[in-house]
């Protein structure tokens, strides 16, 4: 048998639906993977090997009763530590909540489980999602598979070095500014951040409400697309989830890779081109433009002039919303509580835990927002940038009237060493320049491969109209007929 | 000019119940001015007249059915809890002063 670690997410459910091989080998070899390569990766915080295995042979049970299987049933997914799963500890890579064990299930993991798919484990990230390297993880850094020394990517760096390293070919990650995009870009994975509103909030611990948004990390598009069918639609407990279908988004992955694209119409956005990003990155992205031309695309320019304030918009819009999300880990309900000895009151107890459990970007986010809300700095700083918020928006409505998708670099640089950004915070922050736009109109986007620059991945972002998740399924799953899934060098310590 | 100062950090800390150090404090003051005078360039749009967006869905109130549904346990909502007692969540003292 071949290496089951290399098989995309579909090839395994059709394997395994067929009896080719059974969910508990594909599971097995995915742990022994994991026990080999993950010492030097540590993309995840928790394995859950018993569980999985016994999630697997009842796969491989209800296969024998004769039992009809999902497209996914029996394939193993690693999910981001910021998804609740029951009795599996969810930490959101803090130390305020080092072993908790949430006592239900996120909405997306239990359709995850429903589906047959099988939790490996609990990947790595930056605290409570507030970072674009990883190293912001109380728990150290996850290290990219294409290059040792440097980030992964960030927030979701864990799921995305996970599927990267082959060690689950399938991840969820969380997108509030780009967390699943700029990680799928930097090692060369896909990432996909569903429209907001379109996959459920609900059991997603929160950092900016108005934002979060959880969707698939996998290798190919089409993996993206059965996950993201899998993970979507309608859910009566997140308040903000569409009461609607979800768009026809793996037929669309299919039609794509027929590769394609004639009548569909491309834009770039003038105000990006002169935008920092790295030579290299410019270069690929132009060349997977010229690709999609060659596939039938037409390619215009649009204007979205006030994308050039998107950055300094989310950077008081998330952390506002943070700084009020995470007042509930006041050392009372769940987590940490320190320095209560009978000397101190409950307040000072709070202060304690917090100083104590929170990092430094937390911290500093924290006290952006409570900054950006407090009276007197309000209307300046949080009311303004909802009414940026509203251009950002209108920009992207005018842009889609023009055309069906828009595409831009993921992020303006490939992987860098760590240590290079962590010093000035807002060099970090420009990571998300590109991404950020689409979390603040709320629509979709996905990170696809473009090739590399010096050695390094680049990704191509594809952004698409609320609710029209299925046209950059489309445009990337042409793409990829072009531009094939990247493989990594082989990491020491394994055959490959 | 900077935008804030040490003390405003101090006051925010506060505020948002972090007990920061001194150490910290000037870090923070120094990151948290370079990151204010970037944000604060959302003041150069004119948007007098443009409504705010809280949300890029539209909000409206949707009410469930009156229908009783499993939810947590007693004892499962206690199970995180650092400190729990007689079926309840225990808090160090509230008020200050002796009781």
């Given at each position: 048998?071949?290496?089951?670690?290399?098989?995309?997410?579909a090839?395994?459910?059709?394997?395994i639906?067929?009896?080719?091989v059974?969910?508990?080998?594909?599971?097995?070899?995915?742990?022994d993977?994991i026990?080999a390569?993950?010492?030097?990766v540590?993309?995840?915080?928790h394995?859950?090997?018993?569980?999985?295995?016994a999630?697997?042979?009842?796969?491989?049970?209800a296969?024998?009763?004769?039992?009809?299987?999902?497209?996914?049933?029996?394939?193993?997914?690693a999910?981001k530590?910021?998804?609740?799963?029951?009795?599996?500890?969810?930490?959101?890579?803090s130390?305020?909540?080092e072993?908790?064990?949430?006592?239900?299930d996120?909405?997306?993991?239990?359709?995850?489980n429903a589906?047959?798919?099988v939790m490996?484990g609990?990947?790595?990230?930056?605290e409570?999602?507030?970072g674009?390297?990883?190293?912001?993880?109380?728990?150290?850094?996850?290290r990219?598979?294409?290059?040792?020394?440097?980030?992964?990517?960030?927030?979701?760096?864990?799921?995305?070095?996970?599927?990267?390293a082959?060690?689950?070919?399938?991840?969820?990650?969380?997108?509030?500014?780009?967390?699943?995009?700029?990680p799928?870009?930097?090692?060369?994975?896909?990432g996909?951040?569903p429209?907001?509103?379109?996959?459920?909030?609900?059991?997603l611990v929160a950092?900016?409400?108005?934002?979060?948004?959880?969707?698939?990390?996998?290798?190919?598009?089409?993996d993206?697309?059965?996950?993201?069918?899998?993970?979507?639609?309608?859910?009566?407990?997140?308040?903000?989830?569409?009461?609607?279908?979800?768009?026809?988004?793996?037929?669309?992955?299919?039609?794509?890779a027929?590769?394609?694209?004639?009548?569909?119409?491309?834009?770039?956005?003038?105000e990006?081109?002169g935008?920092?990003?790295?030579?290299?990155v410019?270069?690929?992205?132009r060349?997977?433009?010229?690709?999609?031309?060659?596939?039938?695309?037409?390619v215009v320019?649009?204007?979205?002039?006030?994308?050039?304030?998107?950055?300094p918009?989310y950077?008081?819009?998330?952390?506002?919303?943070?700084?009020?999300?995470?007042?509930?880990?006041?050392?009372?309900?769940?987590?940490?509580?320190?320095g209560?000895?009978g000397?101190?009151?409950?307040?000072?107890?709070?202060?304690?835990?917090?100083?104590?459990?929170?990092?430094?970007?937390?911290?500093?986010?924290?006290?952006?927002?409570?900054?950006?809300l407090?009276?007197?700095?309000y209307?300046?700083?949080y009311?303004q940038?909802?009414?940026?918020r509203?251009?950002?928006?209108?920009?992207f409505?005018?842009a889609?009237?023009?055309?069906?998708v828009?595409?831009?670099p993921?992020t303006?640089?490939?992987?860098?060493?760590?240590?290079?950004?962590?010093?000035?915070?807002?060099?970090?922050?420009l990571?998300?320049?590109?991404?950020?736009?689409t979390?603040?109109?709320?629509?979709?986007?996905?990170?696809?491969?473009?090739?590399?620059?010096?050695?390094?991945?680049?990704?191509?972002?594809?952004m698409?109209p609320?609710?029209?998740?299925?046209?950059?399924?489309?445009?990337?799953?042409?793409?990829?007929?072009?531009?094939?899934?990247?493989?990594?060098?082989?990491?020491?310590?394994?055959?490959? | 000019?900077?935008a804030?100062?040490?003390?405003?950090?101090?006051?925010?800390?506060r505020?948002a119940?972090?007990?920061v150090?001194?150490t910290?404090?000037?870090?923070?003051a120094?990151?948290?001015?370079?990151?204010?005078?970037?944000?604060?360039?959302?003041?150069?749009?004119?948007?007098?007249?443009i409504?705010?967006?809280?949300?890029?869905?539209?909000?409206?109130?949707?009410?469930?059915?009156?229908?009783?549904?499993p939810?947590?346990?007693?004892?499962?909502?206690l199970?995180g809890a650092?400190?729990?007692?007689?079926?309840?969540?225990?808090?160090?003292?509230?008020l200050?002063?002796?009781?």
């Amino acid at each position: 048998m071949s290496d089951v670690t290399r098989a995309t997410a579909a090839e395994l459910g059709r394997m395994i639906g067929a009896g080719e091989v059974s969910a508990e080998e594909v599971t097995r070899a995915h742990l022994d993977r994991i026990a080999a390569v993950d010492g030097q990766v540590h993309a995840f915080l928790h394995v859950d090997a018993e569980g999985a295995i016994a999630a697997a042979r009842a796969v491989d049970s209800a296969r024998a009763r004769g039992e009809k299987l999902g497209p996914l049933a029996g394939v193993p997914i690693a999910i981001k530590d910021v998804i609740a799963t029951k009795g599996v500890p969810t930490t959101c890579a803090s130390k305020i909540l080092e072993g908790w064990r949430p006592p239900y299930d996120a909405t997306i993991m239990e359709r995850i489980n429903a589906a047959g798919m099988v939790m490996l484990g609990k990947t790595n990230m930056d605290e409570f999602a507030m970072g674009s390297s990883t190293e912001y993880s109380a728990y150290g850094p996850t290290r990219n598979p294409w290059d040792l020394g440097r980030i992964p990517g960030g927030s979701g760096g864990g799921s995305a070095a996970a599927v990267a390293a082959y060690e689950a070919p399938l991840a969820i990650g969380t997108d509030t500014g780009g967390s699943i995009r700029q990680p799928g870009a930097v090692t060369g994975t896909v990432g996909s951040k569903p429209t907001y509103g379109g996959t459920s909030r609900y059991g997603l611990v929160a950092f900016s409400s108005s934002l979060d948004t959880p969707g698939p990390v996998t290798r190919t598009v089409l993996d993206a697309a059965l996950l993201h069918e899998v993970i979507g639609g309608h859910d009566p407990r997140d308040s903000t989830s569409i009461p609607a279908p979800l768009p026809a988004i793996v037929e669309a992955a299919r039609l794509g890779a027929t590769g394609d694209l004639s009548g569909v119409r491309i834009g770039l956005v003038r105000e990006f081109a002169g935008e920092g990003a790295e030579p290299g990155v410019a270069a690929a992205v132009r060349e997977a433009i010229e690709a999609l031309v060659k596939l039938g695309a037409e390619v215009v320019e649009v204007s979205c002039p006030h994308f050039e304030y998107a950055l300094p918009a989310y950077y008081l819009i998330a952390p506002s919303e943070a700084s009020s999300n995470l007042a509930r880990f006041d050392a009372v309900r769940y987590g940490l509580r320190v320095g209560d000895d009978g000397q101190h009151s409950l307040e000072e107890v709070m202060s304690l835990t917090r100083e104590a459990g929170f990092g430094p970007e937390v911290k500093r986010r924290i006290m952006l927002g409570t900054y950006a809300l407090s009276s007197g700095y309000y209307e300046a700083y949080y009311g303004q940038a909802q009414k940026v918020r509203t251009l950002i928006t209108n920009d992207f409505k005018a842009a889609f009237e023009q055309v069906d998708v828009l595409v831009s670099p993921t992020t303006p640089f490939v992987a860098f060493p760590f240590g290079s950004r962590t010093s000035d915070p807002y060099q970090m922050y420009l990571a998300d320049l590109y991404t950020i736009p689409t979390n603040l109109y709320g629509g979709p986007a996905i990170s696809v491969p473009a090739g590399l620059s010096e050695g390094l991945p680049v990704g191509l972002q594809i952004m698409a109209p609320t609710m029209a998740d299925d046209r950059m399924y489309r445009v990337a799953a042409a793409l990829e007929t072009v531009i094939p899934p990247l493989t990594p060098p082989a990491l020491s310590g394994s055959n490959s | 000019m900077a935008a804030i100062s040490r003390e405003e950090v101090a006051h925010l800390a506060r505020l948002a119940r972090l007990a920061v150090n001194e150490t910290e404090l000037d870090t923070f003051a120094g990151q948290l001015d370079v990151i204010l005078q970037a944000v604060a360039r959302v003041g150069e749009v004119a948007a007098a007249d443009i409504p705010p967006t809280s949300h890029s869905v539209p909000l409206t109130n949707i009410l469930r059915d009156d229908v009783v549904k499993p939810g947590l346990t007693r004892d499962e909502a206690l199970s995180g809890a650092p400190d729990a007692a007689d079926g309840r969540f225990r808090v160090p003292r509230i008020l200050d002063e002796e009781a």
